[in-house]
């Protein structure tokens, strides 16, 4: 009875690797990387979290603006929030861009770090489109409104003959002119910089599917065994 060893890359080696990436991990003492960190032509995700995270700065930075203008705006007024959580969704992808790939998602870090940017890229992107139907609804509202100064406050209503009317109160405003003049600059601003962080949100989230399900390992090549290698489709 022989007691030799199995050879490498023989059918009896579970853990036999082909030419190609044997190599390459025995040059690297490492699991085998993925040749280029890159989707549709971009460094991914370096750029998309980068255009996020200015975005959710912007958004948040116009947003207390708003709040400077009259500090009894509302929250859903005022979308700070979104532009907070975009900058939490662009520091995931920051932590996703500096974790090393492995083929075939080898890597329970990799996969979860992917699956939650995803998710949080589709909730980015239903964010924005809320903000910006709000922020719609509200620079629409604005136009219409009829406002009187009573002493440091703005008294705003729909139709000053309708004693039932809708009344708004701003208070903090110098000059009730503001209300509809530089409040509604700020709601159009906020609905651009929204549907900019809605289209990077899904293209985030499209080269996360991209990258999953689109680029993956076909198995072996038929041929000589020699010029066995992985091959990407």
């Given amino acids: 009875m022989g007691s030799g060893k199995s050879p490498v890359g023989s059918s009896g080696g579970g853990n036999a690797l082909p030419g190609n990436e044997k190599k390459e991990k025995a040059e690297t003492g490492g699991p085998v990387v ?33 709040v400077a203008l009259s500090p009894s705006l509302l929250a859903r007024e005022t979308p700070y929030w979104a532009g907070i959580i975009m900058c939490v969704v662009s520091l995931v992808g920051f932590i996703l861009f500096c974790i090393n790939r492995v083929p075939d998602e080898r890597a329970s870090a990799q996969f979860i770090t992917k699956l939650l940017y995803f998710l949080l890229c589709m909730m980015g992107l239903v964010i924005s489109m809320l903000v910006i139907a709000y922020q719609c609804h509200h620079c629409a509202l604005t136009y219409s409104l009829t406002c009187d100064k009573k002493g ?35 709601n159009i601003l906020q609905m651009v910089l929204n549907l900019a962080q809605a289209i990077v949100c899904l293209v985030g989230a499209f080269m996360i599917w991209k990258h999953r399900y689109q680029v993956f390992f076909a198995g072996l090549q038929t041929g000589s065994p020699s010029a066995l290698q992985w091959q990407n489709v």
Avoid: H
Wanted: aromatic residues 8%; glycine residues 6%.
């Fill in 34 to 66: 993925e040749e280029a960190q890159r989707c549709c032509g971009c460094r991914f995700p370096l750029l998309v979290a980068l255009l996020q995270l200015l975005l959710g700065i912007a958004i948040a930075g116009v947003a207390f603006l708003m």
């Fill in 152 to 186: 440091e406050d703005c008294i705003c209503t729909l139709d000053p003959k309708d004693p039932i009317a809708r009344t708004f109160n701003y208070s903090g405003v110098t000059d009730c002119r503001a209300i509809k003049s530089t409040l509604p600059m700020y």
